[in-house]
């Protein structure tokens, strides 16, 4: 997907009042694998549009125990996304 209709649909969200997404609820709404929306997002990111937080990612062992496995990252549009969406 080209970064301009990508930038373009995050930024109707964000007029919608969705601030915060992560490359699975993307994902789902525009009906694309994850990995393909994820790569999407990180080079919009690395192109200084988008703004990202890393949280751990939780998981359950088989004995029911915590653990963490990786990162998730949650994107929102940074002042130079906004500007350049404008």
């Not at 993307?26 to 690395?46: E, F």
């Amino acid at each position: 997907m080209k970064f301009q209709s990508l930038l373009s649909i995050i930024y109707e969200l964000y007029n919608q009042g969705v601030t915060v997404l992560d490359s699975g609820y993307l994902a789902a709404l525009l009906k694309q694998s994850i990995a393909k929306v994820s790569k999407d997002l990180l080079r919009l990111h690395q192109m200084g549009f988008l703004k990202r937080t890393r949280f751990k990612r939780e998981c359950l062992t088989k004995n029911g125990k915590l653990c963490y496995k990786g990162y998730r990252y949650e994107y929102s549009l940074s002042s130079q996304g906004l500007k350049y969406m404008k």
